[in-house]
């Protein structure tokens, strides 16, 4: 093999695995500010024509930050999105993408929680260089539900533990990160 066709190759190989983290970070963008009720965070991560399904709904993908605040906001004091096993297949502009994800969220006023798992099935394309998702659809296989208590048997309000916010006010956007910042359970 030559030096230019050894060097096309490896260019291609790393084509490939920048494109894959992309998509990942795209994926994860989404429920991170899902999570922290970041609704410029949500929007970023799906192109202006982009639609995400929840159920029978339809939402477009950049009012759907919007609308999970809503719905999260309505019935959980917490929520936190997990996104675990993940593949996709590119193809030049378009990638399709199965995400494996835990949703766990805790029932207002902290005494039960619930916890969803099912899978993002995603079509996302790269436009302008950058990677959004078009079409998402949900599906959820398993849900639990439960009381919300810690392996001691204690309730999460009067633990003690650092609790996150959903806004900007939350620890992860501290820069520089410091010991001082956050409010307790």
Known sequence: MSDE????????????????????????????????????????????????????????????????????????DANLHNVTMHMCE???????????????????????????????IDRLERRDGEWRIMLRRSTVEVALEGKATLPNGAKLPGSGYLRGNRDRTDPSYERPLTPDSGGRW
């Open 90 to 120: 590119i193809d030049g502009d378009v990638a399709h993408a199965e995400s494996y994800s835990l949703g766990v969220f805790l029932d207002k006023g902290g005494e039960t929680g619930r916890i969803l798992a099912g899978r993002y």
């Open 5 to 76: 066709a050894r060097l096309a190759a490896l260019e291609a190989k790393m084509q490939d695995l920048l494109d894959r983290q992309e998509i990942f970070d795209c994926i994860k963008r989404n429920s991170r500010g899902n999570d922290r009720f970041d609704v410029d965070l949500v929007t970023s991560s799906y192109h202006t024509d982009g639609l995400h399904e929840v159920g029978q709904n339809r939402v477009p993908g950049p009012g759907y930050g919007e609308h999970a605040n809503r719905a999260h906001g309505a019935i959980f």
